[in-house]
């Protein structure tokens, strides 16, 4: 089993940054991928970017050049830096580990919202 407590969202300002964390405990060698989702109201969840354990990543293309995905030396906590934000990047931005061998685990969620 993997826990995932996410933070770093809350309210910037159009054109501003806000760094997200998702740390990991338990079994984080069973981690085989995270990614970053985002959920806005009355629209479906939106993958944004994930890591793979060897570190390969990828990021949806809504947010390319924008948004980027990075994890610590230790491998316990994923990031996503969003630079660059709009009002349409306002969410409940939420990360997911699936295992090598076991099911998903899923954060809670941290609201990310961008308005002036």
């Known amino acids: 089993q993997v826990q995932l407590v996410e933070s770093g969202g809350g309210l910037v300002q159009p054109g501003g940054s806000l760094r997200l964390s998702c740390a990991a405990s338990g079994s984080i060698f069973s981690i085989y991928v995270t990614g970053w989702y985002r959920q806005a109201p009355g629209k479906q969840r939106e993958l944004v970017a994930t890591?793979?354990?060897?570190?390969?990543?990828n990021i949806a293309d809504s947010v390319k050049g924008r948004f980027t995905i990075s994890r610590d030396n230790t491998k316990t906590t994923v990031y996503l830096q969003m630079n660059s934000l709009k009002p349409e990047d306002t969410a409940v931005y939420s990360c997911?580990?699936?295992?090598?061998?076991?099911?998903?685990?899923w954060g809670q969620g941290t609201q990310v919202t961008v308005s002036s």
């Open positions: 997911k580990s699936d295992l090598i061998n076991g099911p998903s685990s």
């Open positions: 890591i793979t354990s060897n570190g390969r990543t």
